[in-house]
């Protein structure tokens, strides 16, 4: 009976949710990228059956993990026998951008409970990100930002996870010419030109882009962490030249 209950409650909440406006808004904004998702989902599925990982784990992988640069990153390492702080060390600049998107989302979350707030933070992508913050670019009072983000992170999640699942299950069978990593990355590549809105940001960017090519000979992808540590570096310079600005200013 409290089962019945529970499931019953559980579908009218997600009724009610899928009904508001704001939900609605997120999730016709998140549509367009549909193609965009599901090219770079589908790579990164196929990558992770061709590492010879079995089905189930790999799905649990996609499941648990929910980070497709990371899960492409870690492959080849995995694959190569890489130590485990390389792996470890990989994914975890490969990530680093979530910590920035946290601290960018805390002002229009930080009334919600913690559990709920960590709820939220596995949903968090890039692709969502983007749209919020094009959305919301300042905090206003009155504005439904839990459910514009609902809206836009289960579409994008949806997405993501049918077309990785079909990467992993097709596997060997989706042959290298339909060209799908390069659609994937053009798609990232597109997403990440929408967020190069300063001069700061478009500098570490291709700071980032010129030292990951620069390095590119490093074993066991270090040029990746060569790239994410030149960006921060400029990032962090940057930061402190304005701070520099912004006190010697009468």
């Excluded at 990746?224 to 520099?244: C, F, K, P």
């Amino acid at each position: 009976m409290s089962l019945n209950f529970s499931i019953s409650t559980l579908r009218d909440e997600a009724l009610a949710l899928v009904r508001r406006p704001a939900f609605r808004e997120g999730a016709r904004d998140a549509a367009p990228m549909a193609i965009g998702i599901a090219a770079w989902g589908v790579v990164a599925g196929v990558a992770m059956a061709k590492s010879g990982m079995g089905i189930p784990l790999a799905v649990f992988m996609s499941v648990l993990v929910y980070a497709g640069s990371a899960q492409i990153a870690s492959l080849p390492l995995i694959v190569a026998d890489a130590p485990a702080w390389v792996v470890w060390a990989t994914t975890a600049c490969v990530s680093l951008r979530f910590m920035a998107f946290s601290f960018h989302y805390r002002p229009y979350f930080a009334h919600l409970p913690r559990r709920r707030r960590i709820a939220l933070s596995y949903l968090m992508g890039d692709t969502n990100f983007a749209l919020f913050m094009r959305r919301f670019p300042e905090l206003a009072t009155g504005q439904a930002h839990t459910d514009y983000f609902l809206g836009s992170a289960l579409v994008t999640y949806g997405l993501w996870q049918v077309a990785i699942i079909t990467g992993i299950v097709a596997g060997h069978a989706i042959p290298t010419s339909w060209g799908l990593g390069f659609a994937g990355t053009m798609a990232l590549l597109a997403l990440t030109c929408t967020q190069l809105r300063t001069p700061s940001t478009m500098v570490a960017a291709v700071v980032a882009g010129c030292a990951a090519v620069a390095a590119y000979a490093l074993p066991l992808r270090l040029n990746i962490l060569v790239g994410i540590s030149a960006a921060v570096a400029v990032g962090v310079l940057a930061d402190h030249a304005r701070s520099r600005r912004e006190k010697t200013q009468p």
